[in-house]
């Protein structure tokens, strides 16, 4: 097939019905670029001998030279089948865990997608992951079982078992689907109940517990991958060949004369055929019999591969011969055995024409659209969809159109943005010279001939310094300077393309309605609001787009250009119907990442995309000339725009910080910058490392696992008494650790205590950091006495779902009644450290806001309370080992002593008897002006009082500074001491890792993963294979430059998948030194020997300029001079 004309596609991309979108997905190396090239060469857009070898959808440099694809791009490709043309938009994912995130762009805009999985190694930790992102975003997979040549060339199986091995592979998969499916029924179910309890139903039933629901009624068929189903495809890409059941039943239903439904039903299985009776039978397989799907396709696939590889020339005729098929002079004579079988199997099973089928059959057109995914797309945070204003939940029926009316609304989801260079954009293309150009030309370049000799004529009769004159003449340089025009007019953007190299694009698809070209439209962010808009705007409004009022996170911006994407080539469009795939120019200044274009105000942002990595590795980067500063910033702006998982800092310290997901995508990231963006030479920092600050309980055992018992205690106490002198005077510490603190200006006093979180409860506050931030907002805005309205009948749920889980979790003598006094979370209001409030005089909870006692009190009370959750708020964002955020602490305040400051302020009572209404509340005047600026202002600060400040500075402004400061000042030094006086451990991010190694070099790995300070939690053989999966935990510390050692360890044969998991405690304690006899013995005085806590601790602190405790010179009197060692 010639490639198609764009006319053509612009004809197919009306036909909704007939679009196909579709991504390719699957684990790295599996083939799903190779298998593109194949789907490619089909449509003539290159040979299908280069297929496989091109990886056409691989655009970029480092792609080609790595191997592996690194971003996704998009194709249109045009199949036809029977007479109904269908337009296929593919687009081809990474596999890398670390490109992750373009996986989840390239899902959101598509409808179903293409399962990739390799025969020999089955499934795979990224297999598992994409098919849960396809999941999540609710779109049809199919199978394609990839490299089947493998088991015939590599693992030499006979085709029995290939067969178990397939059905292998097909098991574990569907088990995987199996797990997603029972999940979601579950999570449904569980809903479902919690509203019954929400509106109980007034006739009470018997009560009888059905511990099935769902899972039994609930149809799951269709879910599940099975050849019979046509949802799964066999294929070696490789080669050129893939078959789907149904192809096979084709032709053995005219060749043995059995039906084709038959045969459909019975290929795969244990069906076995009597050829005399030409009856199928599920006979025992005992009788030596097999399977028809190894009898009829496998075995006949592998004589081809037999004959081939053994070069049985007579045999391959024959073959040839009897499936009709006709084959090159060249390929037959070719030596490389790849190139015949390739040349056979692509005429006889066409891998193109497999899966294309499979993907119009199987896979849904935008029409089909399920109503579940619409309103899942359309709900963002914690809404439901029957929450969303009447206008929003309208548009739902345009989306399941799919309608390309000029009143359908224009809905259109950018999923990324990229960067290609503007050379490349269709416009900038140098276009054909036309015959008059061509004539003209030629013409010129005569003339010019012919003055050139005429020239040359002159100057060997004249004399030499009249050639020189005649050189340098105008009328010898007319001609150039004609033709120099000429060029210049033919290529005009050529100074528009020095000033910005590098264009953006909007990866987008279009949801509802007709894109077309100049088009005025709304861009929503990801924080819009239609209901604020509704809000704002009369209803029924008719002003211009560009007269309405301003509404946060909403812009008005025109469709420039709107692009057919073709792998590397861009072509011009004028319109894009519903349905479609398409690249937008111009969008630059309005996106940043991803974003909601429609027409109407009324339709909400979609649901933000779902990333699978965390972006954990982080580097500091500056120009090598700091003239270039500036150059660096816009880069990397650039950079942040063209990717969508890294992210940009500006950390305090005023560096500037590169967050990426791994390895290989920092190094991407960074060549980016260097060579398309920034253009500057960089100089980058070793990876900046994240800890977390935490304390434990008490040790049972001391370091060489003596119980620590009464003989060694006053070791013990010697070393406490030393850590205590580290605490200044004037701070009583408790036996039990309680810190007790006096404000400088001694007014006030503060106690703290700290105490270690229960494991459970730490993750519990870090999985639901978005509902805390939420409930934060909703107590400030109750604070500022805003209409709380707003809070919705499914976030009140969650919150009180969550204090549930919390109190669950908290039991025990000293957790009694803490949840319910939990006054703040931190850092930022939102993270894994909790601030309990035991004080008697004021009591204040996240949950319910201040409990509205005696107006003054409060409002004072409320105000100084502020300073004390801000001092909490810096003391959990930075450490005492290393400056570090802590994790699961939880602060105690256990008295809050105001007795004095009251006091005072009786005394300036009476000293000032007419400045009585203004000394009222003064707590609550001072904060007004020294609050932390990260708190949002309070309604207890009223105008009245910065009038009055002025007269009362005197009294509560003292030699120390405002009185709201000193306390927060206070707060965080105890919050300090408190953990200084427990235990202190520090926690590493840890990765999950994932490695498949053949037995012969297990070993290796292992040494790899100890001296990495690694810890297998598990591994398994592969059935039918020499593999085994290694399940380890690494430390991000340790895991820099880790794929490439194990590869160069094990020869290429193991390669790594790294993923970030959690925070795990360092065991070791950094400050420990031998205290008891047992210990001086084992370890020696100096204790020298490698503590892994306090090196990450003194690594930290070089890094961030803090003193590192550290002797440079040992042993001073052992150092000797050369002369007398001789």
């Keep these: 097939m010639v490639l198609n004309s764009l006319d053509k596609m612009v004809q197919l991309q009306k036909n909704t019905a007939n679009i196909r979108n579709i991504c390719v997905l699957a684990h790295v190396d599996h083939g799903k670029t190779t298998l593109a090239d194949c789907l490619i060469s089909s449509n003539g857009i290159i040979s299908s001998r280069l297929a496989g070898k091109l990886r056409y959808m691989d655009s970029r440099e480092d792609e080609q030279v790595r191997g592996i694809t690194m971003k996704s791009s998009a194709i249109s490709l045009h199949y036809t089948k029977g007479n109904e043309e269908y337009l296929i938009n593919l687009i081809d994912s990474p596999g890398h865990v670390d490109f992750s995130s373009e996986v989840s762009t390239a899902v959101r805009i598509c409808d179903g997608c293409i399962i990739v999985v390799d025969a020999v190694e089955g499934v795979c930790p990224q297999t598992q992951a994409v098919l849960r992102q396809a999941w999540l975003e609710n779109i049809r997979p199919v199978l394609v079982i990839n490299k089947i040549d493998r088991l015939i060339v590599e693992l030499k199986f006979t085709p029995q078992e290939a067969y178990s091995h397939l059905k292998n592979i097909l098991g574990q998969i569907n088990a995987l689907t199996g797990t997603l499916f029972t999940s979601k029924v579950l999570e449904e179910r569980a809903e479902r109940e919690t509203e019954s309890q929400v509106h109980p139903n007034s006739e009470q039933g018997e009560q009888v517990y059905d511990w099935s629901t769902g899972l039994e009624d609930t149809d799951d068929s269709h879910l599940y991958f099975s050849p019979e189903q046509g949802n799964v495809v066999f294929t070696s890409a490789i080669d050129g060949w893939g078959f789907g059941i149904e192809q096979f039943a084709t032709i053995y239903s005219q060749k043995i004369g059995i039906k084709k439904e038959v045969l459909l039903k019975t290929l795969w299985g244990d069906y076995y055929i009597n050829m005399k009776a030409k009856k199928i039978m599920k006979v025992d397989q005992a009788k030596g019999k097999k399977p028809l799907f190894v009898q009829l396709i496998l075995e006949n696939i592998w004589s081809l591969y037999d004959a081939v590889l053994k070069k049985d020339k007579e045999k391959i005729d024959k073959i040839v011969t009897s499936l009709g098929l006709k084959i090159g002079a060249r390929e037959a004579r070719h030596s490389d055995p790849k190139v015949q079988i390739n040349a056979i199997c692509s005429q006889w099973l066409p891998i193109s024409h497999a ?24 709900c963002t945070g914690s809404q439901t969809f029957d929450s969303l204003p009447p206008e929003t939940q309208a548009l739902k029926a345009a989306f399941m159109k799919c309608g390309g009316e000029d009143t359908a609304p224009v809905i259109i989801f950018v999923s990324k943005m990229f960067a290609v260079d503007a050379k ?42 009249d050639g020189d004159d005649l050189e340098t003449s105008p009328k010898g340089e007319e001609p150039r300077g004609d033709e120099q025009q000429v060029e210049s007019t033919a290529a005009k953007p050529v100074p528009q393309e020095e000033q910005h ?47 309405l009022p301003p509404v946060p996170h909403m812009a008005c911006c025109t469709l420039e250009n709107l692009y057919l994407l073709m792998g590397r080539e861009l072509e011009d469009l004028e319109e894009v119907p519903p349905g479609n795939v398409l690249g937008i120019g111009g969008l630059q200044d309005f996106v940043l990442k991803s974003a909601t274009l429609c027409s109407l105000p009324s339709c909400p942002p979609f649901i933000p995309l779902s990333f699978e990595a965390t972006p954990i590795v982080r580097v500091a980067i500056e120009p090598k000339h700091p003239s270039e500063m500036p150059q660096l910033v816009k880069g990397m702006k650039l950079l942040n725009q063209a990717d969508p998982c890294v992210q940009i800092l500006i950390q305090e310290t005023g560096e500037h910080v590169l967050v990426t997901a791994g390895e290989v995508h920092l190094q991407r990231c960074l060549d980016d910058l260097k060579e398309r963006f920034a ?27 003596e119980e620590i018992g009464k003989q060694q205690k006053v070791a013990v106490i010697h070393q406490t008494k030393e850590d205590h002198s580290k605490i200044p005077e004037g701070i009583q510490v408790d036996s039990d650790g309680l810190i007790t603190i006096t404000t400088p200006n001694k007014l006030a006093t503060l106690s703290v205590r700290a105490m270690p979180l229960p494991e459970e409860v730490t993750q519990l506050l870090e999985e639901n950091s978005d509902l805390i931030r939420s409930m934060e907002q909703l107590t400030s805005s109750l604070n500022e006495g805003k209409n709380t309205q707003m809070i919705h009948q499914k976030t009140q749920e969650k919150i009180w779902e969550f204090k549930g889980k919390l109190e669950q979790h908290l039991t025990g003598r000293k957790w009694r009644n803490v949840v319910d006094q939990i006054w703040s979370f931190g850092p930022r209001k939102c993270g894994p450290n909790i601030l309990v409030n035991k004080s008697e005089d004021f009591q204040s909870s996240v949950w319910t806001g201040p409990d509205g006692k005696a107006s003054k009190e409060a409002g004072r009370n409320r105000d100084l309370g502020n300073s004390i959750v801000s001092g909490f708020q810096l003391a959990t964002l930075s450490g005492p080992m290393c400056e570090e955020p802590l994790m699961g602490v939880c602060f105690v305040l256990e008295k809050w002593d105001l007795n004095k400051l009251e006091d005072q302020e009786a005394g300036d009572k009476q000293n000032q008897e007419q400045s009585n209404p203004i000394r009222e509340g003064q707590g609550e005047d001072k904060t007004c002006f020294s609050r932390d600026e990260n708190q949002e202002l309070q309604d207890g600060c009223s105008e009245t009082s910065e009038k009055r400040t002025s007269q009362k500075e005197s009294s509560l402004t003292d030699c120390y500074g405002p009185f709201s400061g000193q306390l927060i000042a206070t707060m965080k030094e105890a919050c300090r001491y408190a953990l200084q006086v427990k235990p202190q451990r520090l926690m590493a991010a840890m990765y999950t890792c994932d490695i498949m190694a053949t037995s012969d070099v297990l070993g290796r790995v292992y040494a790899v993963l100890s001296k990495r300070e690694g810890r297998v939690l598990q591994e398994e053989m592969k059935e039918g294979t020499d593999m085994f999966i290694i399940k380890a935990v690494l430390p991000v510390a340790e895991s820099f430059g880790f794929a490439d050692e194990i590869r160069k360890r094990t020869s290429g044969l193991a390669s790594p998948q790294l993923v970030f998991s959690h925070w795990e405690i360092i065991p070791s304690d950094p400050f420990w030194v031998p205290t008891t006899e047992e210990e001086y013995l084992h370890f020696g005085e100096k204790a020298d020997s490698e503590n892994q806590a306090r090196k990450y601790m003194n690594a930290v602190r070089k890094r961030k300029g803090l003193y590192v405790e550290e002797k440079i010179v040992e042993h001073a009197e052992k150092q000797r001079t050369l002369s007398k060692n001789k």
């Excluded at 015959?435 to 000799?453: D, G, V, W």
């Excluded at 960089?682 to 990876?687: A, L």
């Excluded at 800890?691 to 001391?702: A, G, M, Q």
């Design 424 to 465: 490349a954009l269709p416009q900038n293309k140098p276009r054909p010279l036309t015959q008059e150009e061509i004539a003209q030309r030629r013409e010129r370049a005569r003339q010019r001939h012919a003055e050139k000799l005429a020239a040359q004529g002159q100057a060997a009769s004249e004399p030499a310094q």
């Design 355 to 378: 899966v294309l089928a499979m993907v119009c059959q199987k896979l849904p057109s935008p029409l089909d659209i399920p109503a579940e995914r619409v309103e899942k797309l359309m």
């Design 501 to 547: 190299q590098e264009s953006f694009i909007a990866f987008a698809r279009v949801f509802s309605g007709v894109a077309r070209r100049g088009k005025k439209i709304f861009v929503l962010g990801p924080k819009y609001s239609p209901t604020e808009f509704l809000q704002r705007v009369p209803q029924g409004f008719s002003a211009p787009l560009d007269d």
């Design 679 to 705: 253009k500057i030479a960089i100089s980058v920092s070793e990876p900046i490392i994240p800890f977390r600050e935490t304390i434990t309980k008490p040790p049972k055992v001391d370091m060489v696992n």
